[in-house]
Each structure stands twice: as C-alpha cells, then as structure tokens.
C-alpha cells in the first residue's frame, strides 16, 4: 500500500484481527518521510453496483453544469 502523504511503499508493522475487521499498523519506506497510519479492513458480501453508478453519475452531472 502507498503511503498517503509521499505516495512511496509502506510496510506492516503490526495487524491486529478483530471478529468483524482487520486492522494494520503502517509505516512509510521514504526515509524523509516515515509517516505512520493504519488502514482498517472489512469483508463485504459484495459492491451495490446501482448506487455507485448512480453517484458516479451525479458526480458528472455535477461537472457539466
């Protein structure tokens, strides 16, 4: 995963398993950097196709006008 600030590698440092979720402790690889974030994961029974075209489309809607 990139890191959200530099854009470079990041590397796991810790996880931690929940019942429900996942959650992962993250470092940046950029020595000048070396920021510090965690990323918390989830298991979905599947994408609602309907509602992200419809947001996708209310987005460019958005932009037309």
């Known amino acids: 995963m990139k890191c959200p600030i530099c854009q470079s590698k ?3 440092k810790n996880t931690i398993y929940k ?5 992962r402790y993250r ?10 974030f965690k ?3 989830t298991i ?11 947001k996708i489309r ?4 958005d932009v037309e006008f």
């Open 44 to 54: 979905t029974k599947g994408w609602n196709y309907k509602s992200i075209v419809k």
């Open 39 to 41: 990323t918390i994961e």
């Open 27 to 36: 470092t940046c690889l950029n020595p000048s950097c070396r920021y510090k």
């Open 10 to 12: 990041s590397t796991v």
């Open 19 to 23: 019942k429900d979720f996942t959650i």
């Open 58 to 61: 209310d987005l460019v809607i």
